[in-house]
Structure formats: C-alpha cells, structure tokens
C-alpha cells in the first residue's frame, strides 16, 4: 500500500506498526450545525482508506471524537464555543444542539454508505483524559498558566511546525487578518490546553479542574481519546486540509510532549470541496447536506460516485451540473451492472487478473479514479461470464460501497403504476415502437421491477 504522508510531503509504502493491522483515527465532526457535503467528502476519503486496507486483509481500528465542546468560531483560541453560539442562535441547550446535529451527521454518514468508526467518543465524555495529559505538560515545562488559562508553550519545541513546513512567522496567529491577539499568551503561536476564564457568561460547557473551572481547548480532544483508545502510537491519523494547521500542528506538539516519542507514523489529509465561492464551509450562510440533494432528488450515492471518480488529495469543485452527469453516469453504470445475468463457469485466472490490476491502483495512494477504469474494462470483457463478472464486481464493491449489485429502490413505486408502465410497453409493442418499449423496461428495471413477456400476458417480479 502506498500512501502520501504528508508529514514527509512523500507518497510512502506503507509499514504497519503491529503486522495486518491498522490503528487510525479521524477528526470527528463538530456538532454546532448540519455536516455539508464538503465535510462528507472528507469522510468518504476515510471510509476509502479504511475499506482499502481491508481488502488487502488489514485489520482496522478506527477512533472518532466528536467535537461538542472547545471548537471555537476562530481555530486559534479566538472567539466563541461554537456550540454555544449555537445554542443561542437556536434557543436550546449546547447538549441538545450537540444531540440533533450528531443524529443529522450520521443520517446522512449512512446514506454515503460510510463505515461507522470502532470507537466513536464525544469530547465531553473524556474530560479526565484531557486533565490529565495537561497536568504533566505542566509539571514537564510544556505549557504555562496565564490569565487564568492553561497554554501550550511552543518554544519548547525543536520543530513545532514539522507539519506544515512553513515559515513560522506566516503560521503565527495575529499575523493573519481576523484573528484577535490573546494578550496572555507568552507568544502568539502558543495554543490553549484548557479555558477558565470564559469572555462569555453562562458558559454551561464547564468542568472542575485543577486551574478551576472550565472546559477543554479544542485540539486536546483528539490527542486525548486517540491515546486513550488507540494507544500510545498509532500508524495515520487524518482529516482535511484545512486541520493540518493549526490543529494537527497542535495535537503533534500535545501528543508528542506528553508521550515523549514520535506519536504517528502517517498524515492523512483530504483536500476540500469547493463551491463557486471558495471552500465550503458551515459559517457561509446556506448549508448544502446530502440530506438535502436527496430531497432534491439526488441519490447520495451519486455525490458518492463523484467524489471517488476524482482523487482525494485534488480539489473538487462542487456544481449541480457535475453532480447531474455523474448521477446519470451512476445510474447507467447501475444498470448495466444489474442486466448482468448470473450464469456460466468461474474463470479464475481472469478473475485473479482483474483483482491484482484493481489492487494495484487502488493501493497506489487510493486511485479511486483508475480503479473505477478496471471495473469498467471488467465489464466490457466479453471472455468473462456473468458469473465471474458480478464476483469482481461485488468484490470491488466492498471499496466503491456504491450499492453495485442492489436493485434499486423500489420503496416508493407502487402496483398502479406499474401495471400502467406495462399497459404502455404493450401498446409500444403493438405500434412496432420497439425503441420506446425497451426504454418502459429499462425504466422499470432501475427501479428493481423486472418485467417478463409470457404466455399469460406479462408478468412483473420486483427483485428487492
Ligand atoms: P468540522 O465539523 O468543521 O470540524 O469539520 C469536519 C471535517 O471536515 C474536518 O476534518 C475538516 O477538515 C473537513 N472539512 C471542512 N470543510 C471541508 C471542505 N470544504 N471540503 C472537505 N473537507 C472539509
Ligand atoms: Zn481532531
């Protein structure tokens, strides 16, 4: 398996930590408003990762937070708890928002047909975890009390920005427009561990502490259920772009500090999803959710096929037009897929050829792209039976997870109509409109209604 690790800037060959195994872990989301399709995308590049390297015969763990405390509305310790802003915005309590948007999160998680993750913590069910990790960065030198708050202290480090292989001074926050200067902080680039002295009254996201009451910055989150859960050392930890500074930055610094030895092995990052204004985002206003294309008549799974058959380290830019061709591109290929009937031998040699070539693209940094080529020339081959056909392509399927081989819904069709369909293929057929009468039953077939001509008239069968 290869793998672009973006802590050497290197497409690397993947060396497991533990042999066949894989320990990862994902930046969960933060729960203050719906997911867009943008944060989706990110984490279809996760479930690609994760069911690569279980096709290869890994075993994966995957850990999760979800972020419902500390993400504040600047991601360099400025502003407000997002989930409070909520909170206000919404006339609820933080934990109710945190309730309803985790619930919408995983709505539409499931549509995209994306794993669940092994262990799936929120951030406020770990708050001994971050205590304790920011009482020996005390006690060892790394961070420093201030203002009543805890800070991580960057000095301390040789190479605090080993990630992002910038120039500190571009990286320092204050020297980027919008974000306000914290007045107690040693140096500007130093990062919260823990907040006591809240600007905003009310604050009900609180815990007792050590340095008082308060509540948790937002990168301890991550470093602290990973190692709580995961261990001491893991092989990839990842999210999109935009988290590999400050954030990971961050939880490198914490983690390694803490921990006194390197923490991950490889960097996994996605790029974003774009929209005609830039990168997607949840503060810009409308927020466009699979849920959403849905009742707009979009399957998920057809954002899903377009977001694969481009590569997750490349930016991709999000139109209704793109999202158009590629649900009739999904569909077309659904349907091809389903008319392949299910007969002759097992032709293995064919068989162990096409899933070599279908290995080796999709462990070259998970080409997505090339790979969805290989099920293309599979289906095309005229030497493999259907039998072999549909094997590969329910075998390439446990990665696409683009439902291959499920008739389509059939939830929403009911028996008028198709008799009504029929009635028109007949009368097609009576015209000699052979045209028409085979685009009623490829119709009514991607609907999951076969249709036979017997001598009793025709028949219907719905085949889910
Ligand atoms: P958040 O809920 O804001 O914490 O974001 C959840 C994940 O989505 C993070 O890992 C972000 O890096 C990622 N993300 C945010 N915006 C985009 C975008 N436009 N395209 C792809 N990923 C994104
Ligand atoms: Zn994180």
């Known amino acids: 398996m290869k793998l672009y690790n973006t802590l050497t800037r290197k497409v690397e060959d993947f060396v497991p930590i533990e042999d066949g195994k894989v320990k990862m872990y994902t930046c969960g989301p933060t729960v203050y408003h719906y997911a867009h399709i943008g944060n989706m995308r990110n984490y279809v590049g996760h479930d690609i990762l994760v069911r690569t390297f279980k096709y290869l015969g890994f075993e994966v763990t995957r850990a999760m937070n979800i972020t419902d405390v500390g993400h504040l509305t600047s991601d360099s310790d400025s502003g407000e708890d997002k989930m409070m802003k909520a909170a206000r915005r919404e006339g609820k309590t933080a934990m109710e928002i945190a309730k309803y948007y985790s619930e919408a999160f995983f709505n539409d998680y499931d549509k995209l047909n994306l794993l669940r993750p092994d262990i799936l913590k929120p951030a406020t069910g770990e708050i001994d975890m971050y205590i304790k990790m920011i009482t020996k960065l005390l006690d060892d030198g790394y961070a420093y009390i201030s203002g009543g708050n805890v800070y991580f202290d960057v000095s301390k480090l040789k190479d605090y920005y080993v990630l992002t292989n910038h120039v500190a001074d571009e990286m320092v926050v204050g020297a980027r427009e919008g974000v306000e200067e914290d007045s107690a902080k040693k140096s500007q680039a130093d990062f919260a561990l823990w907040f006591t002295s809240s600007k905003f009254e009310h604050h009900e996201l609180q815990w007792d502490s050590p340095w008082g009451k308060g509540y948790p910055g937002w990168h301890i989150e991550c ?223 991607s609907k999951g209604i076969v249709i036979k001509d017997t001598r009793e008239g025709t028949i219907y069968e719905v085949v889910n």
Not at 256 to 275: A, I, M, Q, R, T
């Open 223 to 445: 470093s602290g259920i990973s190692i709580k859960y995961l261990g001491d050392k893991i092989d990839i930890h990842g999210g999109g772009v935009d988290n590999i500074f400050p954030h990971h930055t961050n939880e490198i610094a914490q983690s390694e500090s803490y921990l006194g030895h390197k923490w991950v092995n490889y960097w996994f990052h996605n790029e974003h999803l774009l929209d005609e204004t830039g990168k997607m985002s949840k503060s810009n206003g409308a927020i466009l959710t699979v849920s959403l294309l849905e009742e707009q008549g979009y399957d998920p799974l057809a954002f899903r096929f377009m977001v694969i058959n481009s590569h997750y380290r490349k930016q991709l830019l999000f139109t209704y037009d793109a999202l158009e061709q590629s649900q009739s591109t999904y569909k077309k290929l659904r349907n091809r897929v389903l008319n392949i009937t299910d007969e002759g031998e097992f032709n293995e040699e064919l068989f162990k050829k096409y899933d070599q070539r279908f290995v080796i693209e999709i462990s070259n940094d998970l080409n997505t792209a090339n790979a969805l080529s290989v099920l293309y020339e599979v289906l095309k081959d005229s030497e493999l039976s259907g039998h072999t056909k549909l094997e590969l392509i329910r075998k390439f399927d446990t990665v696409f997870a683009l439902d291959l081989t499920k008739p389509f819904d059939v939830k929403n069709v009911d028996n008028e109509y198709i008799e009504e369909m029929i009635e028109k293929r007949n009368e097609a057929k009576r015209n000699k409109d052979f045209a028409l009468a085979d685009s009623i039953r490829e119709e009514l077939f």
